[in-house]
């Protein structure tokens, strides 16, 4: 079953001879990390940035380039079976000779021979130096190239391999990735299905200027929001930590304490069929925080005194409506499972995902976590130590599933 927006979708990466062809290691191991399948096919410009070599080793695949002829691998895959194989073309780096190639529409090697022949999207992502950018000609290339439907990425401003500033930088990985997932066709099982997610530590005021917090990061949070928009949910995100990057079409909602975050979720929770609470919410909070900045002069020794929090995810399983569906988090240092099990039945929550949050991997703060998603019925599925980006994906088609039992059984409403 293909997960998240990259996994299993096969992507073709053409590589241009330009300086920024050095970040072509690292852009198809980020792609194979998501889960993608990619090929690489280079121009003979390219060789002499990256080796080919180096290129096979980290896609998995022999490369194709000038030097090695047009196949692809032992049987021979000409442009016409590498483009009718490839779901998106990455052009990156895209040259200002690649793009005037394209733009006239030759095909006389095989990076331009395969766009020609394809009807996957082309995602370009323009490399060189400010001159040639802005070159009407340059310009005019990319216009027709856009009109014809292309995508770009970048180029972004900065220092050019010249020394220079300028425009002309190539986008990064980062940037590829985020444009790649967006462009692969889109899964839609989700159309149409409200979902709420929180995301981030609460943080219980102090005083004015202090809180009480923890190390959770929010990115699990964003990943699930991510990984619910890419399957056409409406999706609205209610969040603590500042996110880097909300994800476009997302509804945020920012809180900082946990009553709050409780009122928030309490306006959205009628809209919604699934509610994901990542959201790590403080357990405990000032029973009178200090309306001024307390200072240690004043104070030699300090006890605070802490009351419960209001569990969030306690009162929403108690005021979801009939149809809504409820996956909870447990993050534990030890026993997780069994933590994780007792939490399940305590919280009334149709399925929980626990993470481990100590050892190396921890799940706490950093882009990976491994998890296990627990069922009321006794059921496990594990999910490997990965980016919390598939993981994501993983959580969510389990939870789309709990919306088909209730859609699909008899009387369900
Ligand atoms: N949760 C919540 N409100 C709280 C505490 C937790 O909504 N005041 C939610 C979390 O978002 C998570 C789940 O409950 O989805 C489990 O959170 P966790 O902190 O692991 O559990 P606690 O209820 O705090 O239990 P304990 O302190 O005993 O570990």
Redesign the pocket.
């Known amino acids: 079953m293909a997960g998240d927006g990259l996994e299993g979708r096969r992507i073709l990466v053409h590589v241009c001879g330009g300086i920024a062809a050095v970040k072509a290691p690292e852009l198809i191991t980020g792609l194979r990390k998501e889960g993608a399948e990619v090929r690489v096919v280079m121009t003979a410009a390219a060789t002499a940035f990256v080796a080919p070599l180096a290129l096979q080793a980290l896609s998995g695949h022999p490369v194709a380039h000038p030097g090695r002829g047009a196949a692809v691998d032992e049987a021979g895959m000409p442009h016409i079976d590498l483009s009718a194989w490839a779901d998106c073309h990455l052009v990156a780096p895209a040259t200002a000779t690649t793009i005037a190639r394209l733009a006239v529409g030759l095909a006389d090697d095989l990076v331009s021979a395969t766009l020609l022949a394809t009807r996957a999207p082309v995602l370009l992502a323009p490399a060189m130096e400010t001159g040639m950018w802005e070159n009407p000609a340059t310009q005019a290339n990319l216009g027709k190239l856009r009109s014809r439907g292309l995508h770009l990425v970048g180029p972004l401003s900065g220092r050019l391999a010249s020394g220079r500033e300028g425009m002309g930088r190539m986008a990064e990985p980062a940037q590829l990735l985020e444009a790649a997932r967006l462009l692969v066709e889109p899964r839609r099982e989700l159309a149409g299905v409200g979902v709420l997610v929180?995301a981030g530590g609460t943080r219980e005021p102090i005083d004015p200027v202090r809180y009480l917090g923890n190390r959770s990061s929010g990115r699990m949070g964003l990943e699930l929001a991510r990984a619910a928009q890419r399957r056409g949910a409406t999706v609205h995100l209610v969040t603590c930590a500042e996110l880097d990057g909300s994800p476009v079409g997302v509804e945020v909602v920012t809180v900082e304490t946990?009553q709050e975050?409780l009122a928030a979720c309490r306006e959205l929770i009628p809209e919604v069929s699934l509610l994901l609470?990542?959201?790590?919410?403080?357990?405990y909070r000032m029973a009178h925080p200090s309306a001024q900045k307390m200072h240690r002069s004043e104070h030699p020794t300090l006890e605070l005194e802490l009351v419960a929090?209001?569990?969030?995810?306690?009162e929403?399983v108690a005021e979801r409506p009939a149809a809504c569906k409820v996956v909870?988090?447990?993050?534990?240092t030890e026993d997780f499972r069994r933590?994780g099990r007792e939490?399940l039945a305590?919280?009334g929550?149709d399925l929980?995902v626990a993470n481990p949050v100590s050892g190396e991997h921890s799940a706490m703060g950093g882009e990976e976590a491994e998890a296990v998603v627990l069922y009321p019925d006794g059921r496990e599925v594990e999910l490997p130590y990965a980016p919390k980006s598939l993981i994501a994906g993983r959580i969510l088609d389990l939870a789309a599933g709990l919306l088909d039992q209730s859609r699909g059984a008899p009387g369900a409403g």
């Open positions: 929180t946990a975050m609470m990542a959201a790590a919410v403080a357990d929090n209001v569990d969030v995810l306690g929403l909870g988090f447990a993050a534990e933590r939490k305590a919280k929550c929980l």
